[in-house]
C-alpha cells in the first residue's frame, strides 16, 4: 500500500469517527467559557445516543430517508433536558459541579439501559436501517490528490460538524454574546456590574453544550455504532472533553483537536491492515489521546488556561 | 437546628429523595415500587447467603470511598479511583498467579502489590498538580481511561493472548471457610478485615499524625499552610499517593476476594465512581465512610435481586444512586430548607 493510498484510507475516516467528538468539544466550550465545568458530556451523549437510535427505529418507517435527521433534533432535546439538570445543580443549587456532572454521567447511562431494558426487554437495542448517507461533494472531489482524501464519500454529518464549528468560533468571538458568555465566564462579578445576567448567560450555555453533545451522541450511535447499549458512547464524552482542553477552549482548537483523537481513534481500528501502523501495539494509539491530554495540560505542549471562574459558583453580593 | 445536626441531615434526606424518585418512576414506567423495594430488601438481607455477599459487595466500596475520602479532606478530588482500582486489581492478580510462595509471603505481597499500582496511579495526577498546577480531575479521569486501556493490553500478553488470567494460587487468596460456612457458602472473604482495618488506618493518620494535621490544613487553607512554613507541594503528592494505595487496595479485594482472577473488561466497574457517592454521603469522614459503603454496597447487591423477583430492571438502583449524589452535591439547597423550616417553628 503506497503511502498516497493509506491517506485516502484514514483521513476520511479520521473525519469520520471526529464528527461526534466536534460537536461535543463545542458543546464544552460553551459551557466552560460561560464558567460551568460540564464532566456530564458523556452522559448528555449517551442520552442523545440513545434517544436517536430509538427514534430512528421507531420511526423509520414513517420518515424514511429523513429519519435520521429527524432524530438528530429529536436527540437535541432530550439531552437539551437533561443538561438543565446541570444547569439547576450548577448554577442555581450552588452544587460542585464537578459531582454534578459525575451524578449526570451515572443518571444517564442507569436511565438509557432502564428504558432500553423496559422497551426491548434486553440490554441492547436492534439495529438501525435508516444510516447517514455519503455523498461525493460536485467539484471540489475532482481536485487531484485532495479531492478523493478530504471530498468524496464524506458523510454530512462530518460537513454538519466543521460547518457548526464555524459557526461557534463566530458566535464566541465576534457576537455580542459571544462577548458577554466570555466575560460571565472570566469575571461574573464584573459582568454582573455591566447588567449581564450571570445565571442566565450560564443556564443558556449548558443548554447549548447539552444540544451539541445531543447531536453529538446521536450522529455517533446512527454513524458509528447503529445500535445502543451500554457500552456505546465508552468515553467518547471523556474524549470529547479532552478535545475542548487540548483545543484551549477555543472553538476551531477543539475542532482540531477532536480530528486528531478522530485520527487516533480511526488508527487503532484500520491500523492494524496497514503497513508499520500494524507494528505498533494497539494499547499505544488506545491511550493516545488521553496521554496528550495530560502533556497538554502539563504546559509541554503549550500552556492552556481555562476560562478563570470555571467552577466557581457566583454568589451576588459575595466578595 | 445545630451545624453537626443538618451535616447528617443532608444525606439522610438525600437518600431518601433517591429512593422517592426511584419510585416515582418505577410507578411511571408501570411497575410496582412496593414490589421492587421488597425485591431489593430481600436481596440484601433475604438469608444468610446473601447478606454474606452483601458484605462482600460492601467491601471494596469501603476502599473506594475511603480513597475518595481521604482526598477530599486534602482538598483534592480523585475521579481517579476507578482506574487506581483497575490497576490495583490487575497488581494483585499478576503476583496471583505469576509466582507460588507460603502464604504468609504471597498474601501480603500481592496485596501490597495492588497498593502500590494504585499508589503509583496517584502519584502521576499528584505530581502534575503539585509542579505545574495542572488540576487533579482531568487527569485523573484521563489515568482512568489509560488503566483501562493498559491492563486490557497487559490480561491480553500474560494470558498468552485470551480474555482473563489463569486463577491466582490459594497461597494468595483472601477465600475464609470460616466466613463461608458462616453464610452459606457467599464469597465473602477476609478483605472486609482488611477494609475496616483500613478505615481505622484513615482515621489514625488524619487525627493522630502530624501528617495528617497537616493534610488537613493544606485542604483547609493552602496560603495558610505554606505560611505555617508546610511543604505543600509534598503534602499533596502524599495525599494522592495515599488516596491511590487505598483505591489499589480495593482492586485487591476483587482479585484476591470475589473473583480470585482479572479479566479484560470493556468499560468500567463503576466502584470508583460509585466511591465518589460513598464518601460524599460519608461526609469524608472514615466513620461516615462505612455508613456510605454499607448503603451502596447493600443498594447495588441487592438490585441484582429485582430482575428475577419483580421483573424490574436492576439499572433502577442506579438512577436511584445517581440522583442521591445530585441531592447530596446539592446540599446547599436542602440547608436553606432546613434553615427556614426550623425557623419557621422559632416563629411559632
Known amino acids: ?319 | 437546628m445545630s451545624i453537626r445536626a443538618t451535616n447528617i441531615l443532608v444525606p439522610v434526606i438525600s437518600v431518601i429523595l433517591g429512593l422517592l424518585v426511584g419510585a416515582i418512576i418505577m410507578l411511571i414506567s408501570g411497575y410496582n415500587p412496593v414490589i421492587g423495594y421488597a425485591a431489593l430488601w430481600n436481596g440484601i438481607f433475604g438469608d444468610m447467603y446473601t447478606i454474606g455477599e452483601t458484605l462482600r459487595q460492601i467491601t471494596p466500596y469501603l476502599l473506594a470511598g475511603l480513597a475518595v475520602a481521604f482526598a477530599f479532606r486534602s482538598g483534592l478530588f480523585n475521579i481517579g479511583v476507578e482506574g487506581q482500582l483497575i490497576v490495583g486489581w490487575f497488581a494483585a492478580a499478576y503476583v496471583g498467579v505469576a509466582v507460588e510462595l507460603p502464604k504468609i509471603i504471597h498474601l501480603p505481597l500481592a496485596i501490597l502489590a495492588a497498593a502500590a499500582a494504585g499508589a503509583l496511579w496517584g502519584f502521576v495526577p499528584g505530581l502534575l498538580k503539585a509542579k505545574f498546577h495542572v488540576h487533579e480531575v482531568i487527569v485523573t479521569i484521563m489515568m482512568n481511561y489509560i488503566a483501562l486501556h493498559v491492563t486490557n493490553a497487559l490480561i491480553k500478553t500474560v494470558s498468552g493472548g485470551g480474555d482473563r488470567t489463569e486463577s491466582i494460587f490459594a497461597s494468595a487468596s483472601l477465600r475464609s471457610e470460616f466466613f463461608q460456612n458462616l453464610t452459606e457458602f457467599s464469597r465473602l472473604h477476609y478483605g472486609i478485615i482488611i477494609a475496616l482495618l483500613m478505615v481505622g488506618v484513615m482515621w489514625f493518620i488524619l487525627e493522630k499524625t502530624t501528617l495528617g494535621f497537616e493534610l488537613k490544613a493544606v485542604g483547609f487553607n493552602q496560603n495558610a499552610s505554606k505560611y505555617a512554613g508546610m511543604n505543600v507541594n509534598k503534602n499533596i503528592i502524599l495525599a494522592m499517593v495515599i488516596s491511590g494505595a487505598f483505591a489499589g487496595l480495593g482492586g485487591a479485594m476483587e482479585a484476591l476476594g470475589t473473583f480470585e482472577y482479572v479479566s479484560s473488561k470493556a468499560g468500567f466497574t463503576g466502584i470508583g465512581f460509585d466511591g465518589i457517592a460513598v464518601a460524599l454521603l460519608g461526609m469524608n469522614t472514615p466513620l461516615g465512610v462505612i455508613f456510605g459503603a454499607t448503603l451502596f454496597g447493600s443498594l447495588k447487591y441487592g438490585a441484582l435481586n429485582m430482575p428475577n423477583a419483580a421483573g424490574i430492571p436492576l439499572e433502577i438502583v442506579e438512577i436511584v444512586i445517581a440522583v442521591i449524589i445530585f441531592f447530596v452535591a446539592s446540599g446547599y439547597v436542602i440547608r436553606l430548607f432546613l434553615l427556614r423550616a426550623a425557623k419557621k417553628k422559632e416563629a411559632k
Open chain 1, 1 to 319: 500500500m503506497s503511502f498516497l493510498e493509506v491517506l485516502y484510507f484514514i483521513v476520511p475516516s479520521a473525519i469520520f469517527y471526529a464528527a461526534p467528538l466536534i460537536l461535543t468539544a463545542i458543546g464544552g466550550v460553551f459551557s466552560e467559557r460561560s464558567g460551568v465545568i460540564n464532566i456530564g458530556l458523556e452522559g448528555l451523549m449517551v442520552i442523545g445516543a440513545f434517544v436517536g437510535i430509538l427514534f430512528n427505529l421507531f420511526y423509520a418507517d414513517t420518515f424514511g430517508n429523513a429519519t435520521p435527521w429527524l432524530a438528530l433534533v429529536a436527540a437535541m432535546i432530550a439531552a437539551l433536558l437533561l443538561s438543565l439538570v446541570h444547569a439547576v445543580a450548577s448554577i442555581s443549587f450552588r452544587a460542585d459541579q464537578t459531582v454534578s456532572g459525575v451524578a449526570i454521567n451515572l443518571l444517564a447511562i442507569a436511565l438509557a439501559i432502564y428504558l432500553v431494558k423496559k422497551i426491548f426487554g434486553k440490554g441492547q437495542t436492534d439495529f438501525i436501517t435508516e444510516r447517514f448517507g455519503r455523498y461525493d461533494i460536485p467539484v471540489l472531489s475532482d481536485i487531484p490528490v485532495i479531492g478523493p482524501m478530504f471530498f468524496s464519500s464524506v458523510y454530512n454529518t462530518s460537513i454538519l460538524a466543521i460547518a457548526i464549528a464555524i459557526l461557534a468560533w463566530f458566535v464566541i468571538y465576534k457576537t455580542p454574546f459571544g462577548l458577554r458568555l466570555r466575560s460571565v465566564g472570566e469575571h461574573p462579578m464584573a459582568a454582573d456590574t455591566m447588567g449581564i445576567n450571570v445565571a442566565r448567560m450560564r443556564y443558556v450555555a449548558v443548554m447549548i453544550s447539552g444540544a451539541l453533545a445531543g447531536i453529538g451522541g446521536a450522529i455517533y450511535a446512527q454513524t458509528i455504532s447503529g445500535d445502543f447499549g451500554h457500552a456505546t458512547i465508552n468515553g467518547q464524552g471523556f474524549m470529547a472533553l479532552a478535545a475542548m482542553i487540548f483545543g484551549k477552549w477555543h472553538p476551531l482548537g477543539a475542532m482540531g483537536a477532536a480530528l486528531f483523537f478522530g485520527f487516533a481513534q480511526s488508527l487503532s481500528i484500520v491500523g492494524p491492515s496497514i503497513p508499520y501502523i500494524q507494528d505498533i501495539p494497539n494499547v499505544f494509539l488506545l491511550i493516545l489521546p488521553y496521554v496528550l491530554t495530560i502533556l497538554a495540560l502539563a504546559g509541554f505542549i503549550g500552556r492552556a488556561n481555562a476560562p478563570k471562574a470555571n467552577g466557581i459558583p457566583y454568589i451576588k453580593g459575595q466578595r
